[in-house]
């Protein structure tokens, strides 16, 4: 059983079968509506990220350019602060650093999540129950409390420090649900095939068992990037985000520091949580749709 | 059995050694020096001052001794209940200002994390078999799962306080109450527990519910349903079999899920400015009071292990193959 980095105890479970990718999951995935409807919003979220920015001509989000506290309307899409700062300015500089802290603290989960996962699901013996010992203790320690007091005596904060610290303390449960994966692998015959021709452990892992289960670590890749942004929006609004630039978490607190609820500027506070529930939201979507891409179980019903 | 329990322990203990010790190292191999950071804070002018707080702040976090020391000190002052003095209520010992905190978060965390997995199991087990209620819980379930625990607490904030007034929005009473153990200050405390409570229990409601409705239809398509319903079995009994399966991994989901959803309750606390471990933490962080901060790191630490020790203990009582001792050595 493997979990989320947040409550969501849904990831795929560890005896699906698993599949190789290909042309025939090709003809399945273009026709999987939560696939398309997930991946089509993410890219959508991701093109705004990326191109929105280059299209302001002021470069400083956090400047202070139009007026005070103003509600949406055409020439600020999304109103103004309470410092007239332009919220879509802040808005699509801050969906660049959520999906850059997502793949920063995602990849570096996963590798060493697969790293963990893959010795000892193959090694087995003595380097299972030490890297299993491992792997509990990290996962009984809370992720955010630790995360909490580093990030309080770094005092150094950006984005990329945020998501190495956040990929150093996410792997948990992605390393647990990998070593299930190759456990059931390594006794097949392929295996016992490439063990006899004597190929070292790194080489049998690569060449024969990670192609095997690459669907189920992209999927696993997925969630720790929607992981990812989540915890990283907790810490921007705890007051332990960037120092510079401005992120999603980060316009939620000053709306909420600003008092922005009682002053009723909804348009500060809704589009930052909007923008990361759809990403998020979409993320786990598509990976629902993958599922049911790979997995021939469950694209029947 | 016992050697369930024994390996169960044995991680516990562990996990409390490292805790602490990552507790221990942080501020002495971290960039920075939290001793300076302190004494600059306080802004005294004279030199002989400010050389006399390095000397007072260097003794009482012990920097002076050497390092093994150091650790065997932190160790003890621990065990007997120790955790230094704080610097933000200055000069309460940690220990007592956590204890104050404590009672506010744990009325916030047990009834939202028992009551959102009982309501979403129910949920998710439900929607396993009605088509109607699937296609509705599903989305709802997916758009919460992905929300951050503050946006749900700031919109419910938003919508049911400072539009519709029906509930406070900050603090966990009344101003003019004095916290006691009178009807007036229960009720007042209630009131201002119900927007937090529900934006934790919302939060978590829709993970378990498809956590549940997957388990259960993965258990339905399972051999042994087959199997029943080639008997002849009754519909209602194959779907108690099912439930009794899916229910097992969901208890380890509440076990894994324990150290995230603290997270969720200190955020949460902080939207609200509730008085619980949440905003003490948000407080130690804005006046660099490392003690407190410390402190909370392991109150935190101590109540995580504490309450996965009851689940495993919940475990073996609901599931028979770790009571047989058969579930081999798996963890």
């Given at each position: 059983m493997s979990t989320l980095?947040?409550?969501?105890?849904?990831?795929?479970?560890?005896?699906a079968p698993v599949a190789k990718p290909g042309r025939e999951s090709l003809h399945y995935a273009v026709r999987n509506p939560k696939l398309i409807i997930g991946v089509t919003l993410v890219a959508i979220l991701l093109a705004v990220g990326v191109i929105g920015p280059m299209l302001?001509?002021?470069?400083?989000?956090?400047?202070?350019?139009?007026?005070?506290?103003?509600?949406?309307?055409g020439t600020y899409w999304m109103g103004t602060t309470t410092?007239?700062?332009d919220v879509y300015a802040q808005f699509v500089h801050g969906l660049r650093a959520t999906f850059l802290v997502g793949v920063v603290g995602g990849a570096i989960a996963a590798v060493i999540a697969m790293v963990v996962g893959f010795l000892a699901g193959y090694r087995g013996g003595v380097t299972d129950e030490i890297l299993n010992m491992l792997t509990n203790v990290v996962l009984v320690i809370p992720a955010l409390a630790v995360l909490l007091i580093i990030n309080a005596y770094m005092g150094v904060r950006s984005v990329a420090v945020q998501g190495l610290f956040i990929g150093l303390t996410s792997w948990p449960w992605a390393a647990r649900a990998i070593r299930a994966q190759t456990f059931s692998l390594r006794t097949r015959e392929f295996v016992d095939l490439a063990r006899l021709s004597g190929s070292g452990t790194w080489r049998i892992v690569f060449r024969e068992i990670a192609p095997n289960m690459s669907s189920y670590l992209f999927m696993t890749f997925i969630l720790l990037f929607g992981g990812s942004i989540l915890i990283a929006s907790s810490l921007d609004f705890i007051?332990?985000?960037?120092?510079?630039g401005v992120s999603l978490g980060l316009m939620l607190q000053s709306a909420q520091q600003w008092s922005a609820l009682q002053l009723g500027m909804w348009w500060w506070f809704v589009p930052p949580g909007a923008g990361i529930t759809a990403i998020v939201g979409a993320l786990y979507v598509a990976n629902v749709g993958l599922d049911e891409v790979f997995n021939p179980k469950l694209r029947e019903s | 059995m016992r050697r369930y329990f024994a390996r169960k322990l044995l991680i516990y203990g562990l996990t409390f050694v490292v805790a602490v010790t990552v507790n221990w190292m942080i501020p002495r191999f971290m960039p920075g020096d939290p001793v300076s950071a302190m004494v600059a804070r306080a802004r005294v002018s004279q030199p002989e001052a400010a050389e006399a707080m390095r000397t007072y702040y260097n003794n009482l976090f012990g920097f002076d001794e050497p390092l093994w020391q150091q650790y065997l000190h932190f160790w003890g002052a621990l065990l007997q209940g120790d955790f230094g003095i704080s610097i933000f209520v200055f000069p309460t010992p940690v220990g007592d200002v956590l204890l104050d905190a404590l009672p506010y978060t744990l009325g916030l965390m047990i009834p939202a994390v028992l009551l959102s997995w009982f309501v979403g199991n129910w949920i998710g087990a439900l929607s396993a078999r009605r088509k109607v209620l699937d296609n509705t819980v599903l989305p709802a379930g997916y758009v919460l799962t992905a929300m951050p625990y503050m946006w749900i607490a700031v919109i419910l904030a938003w919508a049911l306080?400072?539009?519709?007034?029906?509930?406070?929005?900050?603090?966990?009473?009344?101003?003019?109450i004095q916290p006691g153990l009178s009807a007036d200050f229960a009720l007042d405390a209630l009131h201002h527990w119900v927007l937090p409570f529900l934006s934790l229990f919302l939060v978590a409601l829709g993970g378990w519910a498809i956590g549940m409705r997957n388990m259960i239809i993965y258990e339905l398509e399972s051999d042994y349903s087959s199997y029943l319903s080639a008997l002849g079995a009754p519909q209602r009994l194959i779907r108690r079999y099912a439930f009794r399966n899916a229910v097992l991994p969901q208890i380890t989901g509440l076990a894994l899920q324990l150290g995230v959803l603290v997270a969720g309750a200190l955020v949460t606390e902080i939207v609200f400015a509730y008085p619980g471990l949440g905003s003490l933490i948000l407080a130690a962080i804005q006046n660099q009071d490392f003690f407190l901060l410390q402190g909370a790191f392991l109150f935190i630490v101590i109540g995580v292990l504490i309450a996965n020790f009851l689940i495993d203990i919940v475990y073996v009582v609901v599931d028979p193959r770790t009571r047989t001792g058969m579930a081999g050595g798996t963890s």
């Open positions: 980095p947040d409550p969501a105890p849904e990831a795929p479970s560890a005896d302001l001509d002021n470069g400083n989000p956090n400047e202070y350019v139009g007026p005070q506290a103003s509600a949406p309307d410092f007239g700062q007051g332990l985000g960037p120092t510079e | 306080g400072a539009k519709a007034g029906w509930f406070p929005i900050s603090g966990g009473y009344s101003l003019d």
